[in-house]
């Protein structure tokens, strides 16, 4: 078989990412801070760029500020067509036009605060959306102290959960670190560190429970309470001095940034919801096309020219796509508040199945535009603020073929079963299996026993033995030993 040179042409189609895409792509993902932080240093850069405040303020000439014209935008694509390319757009992080070049951290400061530090623990500590949501909300209400308000009866009620919803994600936050966070007074913070050292005995709790005397200085009565001798009690209290009163300050003086929302919903007269756009977290910036073209009359040397192009099609591009990402958190925050209606009307038992390729097909985008909105954006809700990935969900198959069900709706089926059983009639895995299935949700065993499980739900069997040794205490503290 001999061999030979030949010549072929082939036609083959390919995506290629220009600067332009890639940086509105990344636009796209920034949180609301992190814009603000790019756009005001694209102000500093680029002489053609204004604040839309600075013009309506001034009125040297109101109507030089302007976007683009029509024909200087095909002028510049027509020059684009020339050069191939455009390849002097200016560069988040200040360099070249590669995603490696992108640093996050250019725009964000390096000391983790203590909300972050905590909502990285809450991402690890529960799967399940509906505690997450608890979570998230309970972490923006502790202070640099690293406190809770001692009340949290209105998270229950805003939230559309139980006490003991509120009370069980509680718990687990008071595990996370620093040791003593997320309590709501002082001697439940010292409690707290103390039984992370494994110290929490009768006689220190004694002791934690009567701070006042300790404040007084009446260690005679402090003695006497905790039933110690002088050497003791003034061990203990030097372990008290250890620990941190004040546990969140070790994050130093960095300032707890409120989160603000990108996306506001509201009821609507209507039954239905308002959705709207945080105007405060929308930079408003305008090309100075009076400006333009004035310089484009006296420039004479071609870099010159070449320079004031490039800034003008910076400009109108960041103009642009400013807009373009402002329409698009917004029509994927509708589409998440339409298919969520549940959740801000009854509450998370009631949050329904959802993904990323639903919302992407309602709204006729690419499932990766959708996961980019959802990332680092907030809605303020009637029910709180929270991350627009909080509300999609797992889903488990109807058992008569209707809609599907959220993994979190029946997450709270099986806890609500389990809390309602009878002390002498406790439901196994198997019998909960049967009564969700009785109610249309089809549902494995060992997918039972995972949710019980993550919800730190002990198994039947240790439910009975708890119950049974609940009743013998309760009979012996009443003295009787006596049947009813």
């Known amino acids: 078989m001999a061999l030979t040179q030949r010549l072929e042409f082939r036609q083959s189609q390919s995506l290629v990412m220009s600067p332009q895409l890639m940086q509105a792509i990344k636009l796209l993902q920034l949180s609301n801070l992190d814009l603000m932080t790019f756009v005001e240093e694209e102000l500093e850069c680029n002489p053609l760029l204004e604040r839309a ?15 683009v014209s029509g024909d200087q935008l095909a002028e510049a694509q027509a020059r684009d067509a020339r050069d191939g390319a455009m390849t002097t757009y ?47 909300y309970l972490i923006d209400l ?24 509120v009370e069980d994600v509680l718990t687990v936050l008071q595990k996370f670190d620093p040791p003593g966070v ?6 439940e913070c010292l409690a707290i560190q103390l039984r992370e050292l494994d110290r929490y005995d009768p006689a220190m709790q004694a002791l934690v429970e009567h701070l006042d005397l300790l ?8 003695r006497k309470l905790c039933g110690v001798d002088d050497e003791d ?27 603000v929302p990108d996306v506001y919903v509201r009821p609507a007269p209507d039954g239905g919801w308002h959705v709207e756009l945080n105007s405060d977290t929308l930079p408003r910036v305008l090309v100075n096309h009076t400006y333009y073209s004035k310089l484009s009359k006296k420039i004479g040397k071609d870099v010159d020219k070449s320079y004031f192009n490039d800034a003008l099609q910076n400009a109108t591009w960041l103009v642009r796509a400013l807009d373009q990402r402002a329409r698009t958190i917004l029509k994927v925050a509708t589409e998440i508040v339409r298919q969520q209606d549940g959740f801000f009307t009854n509450g998370v038992a009631h949050l329904r ?5 639903a919302v992407a097909e309602a709204i006729q985008m690419h499932e990766s535009t959708v996961s980019r909105v959802t990332a680092n954006k907030y809605m303020a809700t009637n029910r709180g603020t929270f991350e627009l990935k909080y509300f999609f969900t797992a889903s488990i198959p109807s058992a008569d073929g209707g809609e599907a069900h959220s993994a979190e709706a029946v997450r709270h089926r099986i806890k609500q079963l389990i809390e309602s059983e009878e002390p002498s009639a406790v439901l196994s895995d198997d019998a909960i299996v049967e009564r969700l299935r009785a109610s249309g949700i089809d549902i494995a065993r060992r997918t039972v026993a995972k949710y019980r499980e993550a919800m730190r739900i002990p198994s039947s069997v240790q439910r009975r033995r708890d119950n049974i040794w609940s009743t013998m205490n309760s009979r012996a503290s ?7």
């Open 182 to 187: 997320c309590a709501r007074n002082l001697r």
């Open 353 to 357: 199945p959802l993904n990323l390729k």
């Open 215 to 222: 404040a007084k200085r009446d260690i005679a009565s402090l």
């Open 142 to 165: 502790v202070d640099e102290a690293g406190y809770l308000p001692p009340d949290l009866g209105q998270a229950a009620e805003r939230l559309g959960a139980t006490q003991k919803d």
């Open 478 to 484: 009443g003295g009787t030993g006596l049947d009813e």
């Open 233 to 259: 009690i003034a061990d203990m209290i030097d372990e008290l001095r250890r620990l941190s009163p004040k546990p969140g300050m070790k994050f130093g003086s960095a300032r707890l940034q409120t989160m």
């Open 90 to 136: 200016t560069e988040w992080g200040g360099g070249g036009s590669g995603d490696e070049d992108y640093n996050l951290e250019a725009f964000v400061a390096s000391e983790t605060t203590l909300s972050d530090h905590l909502a990285e623990q809450l991402s690890v500590a529960f799967t399940a959306p509906a505690q997450r949501m608890i979570g998230q």
């Open 53 to 67: 405040s600075d013009v309506a303020a001034g009125a040297e000439a109101p109507t030089g500020v302007d976007q």
